[in-house]
């Protein structure tokens, strides 16, 4: 696999892992398991490690995941939320990682006279005062953020959306994700983003074509779109994608996966994603025998009689063999 993969992940801590350890990633990688086994903070610490190369790229991780959860319209509105401010210095995202891209560790200690705020980024440890923790100018002094896109499961803003088809159109590739839309609608003949909103050119009642926006569609054509879109943003980089199969009917999960793992191997982009669908995963399955695509890992979570959460990690033999023979494979 190319350097800039992730391989690995050993999460010291990170919201409900301690001493976590996973091996084997690839190319793309699904994670499954139970609501509420930490298969979205998973990713997030696989995130966050894959940006954290220096401590302003540490607090633009914060921010952006920050970002996603509360479904902020706009990068600047969360940027200067005090909510998030407090949300890093007070509780958040206390965080002990290692891949084989980073070693992460954000930590507080409590001298005293002065809460103190140690970063340490591998080899380099930087120890923050209360009154020097100003999370906003240290994200602003940044010229840009470190490259990855995260898909969350569920957005009101089409700002995402929107910042990834302006790298699709800066790469030529309209015409391919418009080919793409009408695997999922045949209706819809081409998607534009036409001032602050994308909108979907569709028959009219009298015969001719309306542009019609995004938001009358439902989550189902939102989510694919997002998730194609930012497929082309994380060029050599990575995507993340909460909940792949949200909104998206099984029949056309297939069609799907075919996109996702055609367009990683494409352009070189390391996927993880997740679901709790046996449908998802089985159709991953499918797909990945169907184009013989060997760099996948399905990734699997669960509790031990101890609550400690282990991953079972099967490679693409593993995961054919476990769907072939019809063993469980979700973390039930």
């Known amino acids: 696999m190319p350097e800039h993969f992730a391989n690995y992940i050993r999460i010291g801590r990170y919201k409900c892992f301690e001493s976590f350890s996973v091996d084997g990633f690839k190319r ?38 920050h970002q996603y959860r509360n479904r902020a319209e706009r990068i600047e509105q969360a940027l200067v939320d005090d909510e998030f401010v407090a949300h890093v210095k007070q509780r958040s995202e206390l965080i002990n990682c290692q891949t084989n891209l980073n070693k992460v560790s954000f930590e507080y200690q409590k ?18 005062t209360e009154g020097e ?44 994700v418009n080919a793409f839309i009408a695997r999922f609608d045949d209706s819809i003949e081409n998607v534009k983003v ?3 909103a994308v909108q979907c050119k569709v028959p009219s009642r009298d015969g001719g ?13 939102r989510h694919y779109l997002s998730v194609i879109t930012n497929m082309f943003a994380a060029e ?18 297939d069609q799907l996966w075919e996109i996702i793992l055609t367009l990683s191997n494409e352009l ?21 025998k169907k184009l013989d695509e060997r760099e996948v890992s399905l990734i699997t979570l669960v509790k031990n009689k101890s609550q400690q959460i282990k991953a079972i990690v099967r490679d693409f033999d593993m995961l054919t063999d476990s769907i072939d023979d019809n063993r469980e494979v979700r973390g039930w």
């Open 28 to 65: 793309v990688n699904l994670i499954s398991g139970k609501n509420n086994v930490g298969k979205t903070a998973l990713m997030e610490a696989i995130y966050i490690s894959s940006l954290a190369k220096d401590i302003p790229n540490l607090f633009a991780s914060f921010w952006l995941l």
């Open 111 to 128: 001298p005293k006279l002065e809460k103190l705020y140690v970063c340490r980024i591998n080899h380099e440890e930087t120890v923050f």
């Open 133 to 176: 923790m100003n999370i906003a100018s240290i994200i602003k002094s940044m010229k840009s953020v470190a490259g990855a896109s995260f898909v969350p499961s569920v957005r009101d803003s089409q700002a995402d959306i929107i910042f990834a088809y302006a790298r699709v159109q800066e790469k030529d590739r309209e015409s391919d």
């Open 194 to 196: 036409i001032g602050d």
């Open 209 to 221: 074509f309306e542009y019609r926006s995004l938001n009358e569609f439902g989550d189902g054509l």
């Open 236 to 253: 050599n980089e990575y995507i993340f994608i909460d909940e792949l199969d949200n909104g998206i009917h099984y029949t056309l999960l």
């Open 268 to 288: 070189n982009v390391q996927v993880f994603a997740t679901t709790h669908s046996k449908e998802c995963i089985e159709s991953y399955c499918r797909v990945a």
